[in-house]
């Protein structure tokens, strides 16, 4: 059992939990992930490693409740815990095993959309921890879904915010920024990395491949082992396939065959559709399995 | 005047059975085990105990059946097999001991097999405990993975006093016989769960969600946990696909997700979350056991079901009673095909099943007749999935992470004669990971000798 430590509602059903996996925490560097299962019916699902505290040997996951399987989760509190909490999983984020004075040199930018500020979060910050403080657009529905805003702010050369809806900073696009970025500030990026939903991740690797910088993306594929077992989670690479759980989750932007992974999102929106009208009548089922 | 045939055994009539996931044997009965153990003729030189991968005393442990004394006739059993609920109902009985039963010449062998579960299934009935337990020795050893091979081998070093962790992956143990064996061919509460059981009573620890390699490394395990050996018997899990056109369509998933998804996570059971999709018709390519099982699973989830291979009849790798089974259960076998190409719609999702007919050739190095092409013999299978179970190989999360590892061009990990001593000190393998995909009675044996080897490695150390 995975006891949650700290829960915290962060944005519109969005949470901050704070897991206690002693084991987890002591190997996970940036860029893993981890599959938590809730409670024995549940599904297995990926969360991206958002942080680690080694000494209270707890890892930090943020994820939205977007369907049955994450408003399940949700739905446990502080002192209760998850039955299953495995990983870390995948390999670290490529960042870690460059020369890091060779990085030092180099202009980063981090564009993170909505809940993609989770992931981007502990590259960013093992970034500042030695000395490197990237570019960072993050963009959101409006400003109640701009999350880790003051954390990333604070480690990042500079800064640039915009929502949909304009309530927070620009009212556009990451891509848009990107463009002004490059085109009118003639700003030159060696390496830009950008997480969040897959048409913005598509759109930005657009931008960067016309402006030939080079992308790395984090790919967020269904997966059920999340471990080299299954091949949900394949995806083309390059004209090869690739399993993201164990070559991944990140590749290089340019490389990757976006519209077949967004097909491939839809296999099981039937069945989705399914759990969340079961769950919705019978509310007293649910309840109780939140426990 | 001995019977030619055979006791028959009770199953679910196929109509029924193909509507849900309940056992489609039943085994037999007290009655009709001594029955079928009278036929026995307890051979001076018994062919079918050379037939057995693991050498149970086959005529001892029938003449206690035919005797009414099921439980001695389970610690014959107990001396040379951890697993006999699970092999007496998943090993290919009609190539080992029942193929070299003398009966079979003029007749139908002895049913070594059944009765094997039936004496497994009895002894579990009546909690007969076959466990001997030594005092702990002091010493540790650590197992990878809890299939057949971990498992056996777990059990064998614990019974000789060593304390022994499992580490499993996955959040449930058994490796195999949970996430891929379906549930009406291996019961996993009445017979899994049972036999991994009664290694817990030995004093096995096991500790599931730990990613060997990930979670920690095997240096790890002998440098901060202190384990004097490993045993690795990581199986090999990995699904290969074909590399044809489509194969990354809406529709398409490979066997391994397919049943784990139903067998794991339990996803044929409506109040399991997991999702699985099978459309209504749905083509399974393969002849393995694997191949079968899911396209008996699909059957069973309302499923039509086409298995696509490409030899003949005579060929399939499968166990013969689950072809037969499936037979009964209205799969329809489409031989001698090669699918070539995956057709999609304009949706994404699969269509059809594009194919080229074959015709058997000259045997290749396996010894069966090679498949060749026929010119322009294309045909297309109308279908909205496609399970793809052509094989798998051994995940090298282990191998990658483990320096000075010797492993083979297939990934399998490389030892030394039998007793699975590996290039690295101390670490030993066995089962799937060594072998690549096999059977879990040759698990099941890799894993004891390996434990035999490394209670000597320890003792001279
Ligand atoms: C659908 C299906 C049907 C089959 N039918 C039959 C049959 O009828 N008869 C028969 O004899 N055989 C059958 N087999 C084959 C048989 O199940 C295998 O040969 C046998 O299970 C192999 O045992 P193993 O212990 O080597 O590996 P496995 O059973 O594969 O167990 C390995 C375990 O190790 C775990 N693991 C892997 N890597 C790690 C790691 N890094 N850290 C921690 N844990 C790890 C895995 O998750 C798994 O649980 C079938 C196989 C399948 C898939
Ligand atoms: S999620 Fe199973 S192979 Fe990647």
């Given at each position: 059992m995975y006891k949650i430590l700290t829960k915290k509602?962060?944005?519109?059903?969005t949470f901050y939990m704070e897991i206690e996996a002693p084991k987890v925490a002591k190997s996970a560097k940036p860029g893993h992930f981890i599959m938590v299962k809730?409670?024995?019916?549940a599904e297995r699902i990926p969360l991206t490693v958002c942080d680690v505290d080694t000494k209270k040997g707890s890892v930090t996951i943020i994820f939205k409740a977007v369907g049955a399987s994450t408003e399940l989760l949700a739905g446990f509190d502080e002192g209760d815990s998850y039955l299953d909490f495995a990983g870390p999983l995948g390999n670290e984020t490529e960042l870690l095993s460059e020369d890091l004075e060779d990085l030092k040199t180099k202009k980063i930018m981090f564009i993170a959309g909505g809940i993609g500020a989770a992931p981007v979060h502990p590259q960013i910050k093992w970034l500042y921890e030695n000395g490197i403080k990237p570019d960072v657009i993050l963009g959101a529905r409006s400003k109640d879904n701009l999350i880790l805003l003051s954390e990333i702010e604070k480690m990042a050369d500079n800064f640039y915010t915009v929502t949909d809806d304009g309530s927070?900073?620009?009212?556009?696009l990451v891509t848009e920024v990107l463009e002004d970025l490059i085109v009118k500030e003639k700003k030159h990026y060696d390496l830009v990395i950008t997480i969040g939903p897959l048409l913005m991740m598509k759109f930005v690797c657009l931008v960067t491949k016309k402006h030939d910088v080079k992308t790395i993306v984090s790919l967020n594929t269904l997966m059920v082992?999340?471990?080299?077992?299954?091949?949900?989670c394949r995806a083309t690479i390059n004209n090869e396939t690739k399993f993201t759980c164990v070559d991944g989750p990140e590749f290089d932007g340019h490389q990757v065959d976006f519209d077949e992974i967004l097909n491939r999102q839809s296999i099981y929106k039937d069945e989705e559709k399914e759990k969340l009208y079961q769950f919705a009548h019978s509310e007293q089922e649910f309840k109780n399995r939140r426990k | 005047m001995l019977s030619l045939n055979r006791i028959p055994v009770r199953e679910q009539n196929p109509d029924l059975r193909k509507h849900n996931f309940e056992e489609v044997c039943f085994g037999y009965n007290e009655e009709e085990a001594v029955k079928e153990a009278a036929r026995c003729l307890n051979c001076k030189k018994p062919m079918c105990v050379s037939g057995c991968p693991v050498s149970i005393d086959i005529p001892r442990f029938i003449k206690h059946v035919k005797n009414s004394e099921f439980e001695k006739a389970a610690q014959v059993i107990a001396e040379s097999s951890s697993l006999p609920g699970v092999c007496g109902r998943v090993c290919p009985q009609e190539s080992q001991c029942e193929g070299k039963c003398i009966l079979g010449k003029k007749g139908e062998a002895v049913a070594i097999g059944k009765l094997e579960r039936f004496v497994a299934d009895w002894s579990r009935e009546h909690n007969i405990d076959l466990s001997k337990k030594s005092p702990f020795n002091g010493k540790t050893v650590a197992v990878i993975g809890s299939g057949p091979s971990g498992l056996s081998c777990a059990g064998d070093l614990a019974k000789m006093g060593y304390g022994v962790t499992v580490y499993e992956d996955?959040?449930?143990?058994?490796g195999v016989l949970v996430y891929g064996i379906p549930e009406f061919r291996l019961p996993k509460e009445k017979v899994v769960k049972p036999e991994i059981d009664n290694l817990k009573k030995l004093g096995v620890k096991i500790e599931t969600n730990i990613i060997i390699g990930k979670t920690i490394t095997v240096d790890d395990l002998f440098d901060k946990e202190g384990f004097s050996a490993i045993f690795i018997g990581s199986g090999a899990g990995s699904p290969r696909f074909m590399n044809i056109t489509g194969e990354n369509l809406n529709g398409v998933f490979s066997a391994n997700e397919f049943l784990t998804r139903v067998n794991l996570m339990k996803a044929y059971k409506k109040e399991y979350d997991t999702p699985v999709h099978v459309g209504k018709k749905v083509a399974v390519i393969g002849g393995g056991n694997v191949a079968i099982d899911a396209a008996r699973t699909a059957i069973r989830l309302g499923s039509e079901a086409f298995l696509v291979y490409r030899r003949s009849k005579d060929e399939l790798p499968a166990r013969a009673e689950e072809v037969h089974h499936a037979e009964e259960e209205g799969l329809n076998f489409r031989l001698l095909s090669n699918p070539i190409e995956i057709i999609s719609d304009d949706k994404f999702w699969v269509k059809g099943l594009k194919c080229l007919k074959m015709e058997l050739g000259e045997p290749d190095e396996s010894g069966r007749r090679r498949p060749v092409p026929i010119k322009d013999s294309e045909f297309i299978i109308d279908v909205d999935s496609v399970i793809i179970s052509i094989g798998t190989s051994p995940n090298p999360l282990i191998t990658s992470s483990t320096k000075g590892l010797e492993k083979n061009s297939k990934g399998c990990i490389v030892t030394d004669g039998e007793d699975g001593r590996t290039s690295r000190k101390g670490i030993f393998a066995g089962g799937d990971a060594v072998t690549g995909a096999a059977t879990v009675i040759l698990a099941m044996s890799a894993g004891r000798k390996a434990a035999k080897a490394i209670d000597e490695y320890i003792q001279n150390n």
């Open positions: 509602n962060i944005a519109p059903e809730a409670d024995e019916q927070y900073g620009r009212k556009a082992c999340g471990m080299g077992m299954c091949g949900a | 996955l959040h449930e143990i058994g």
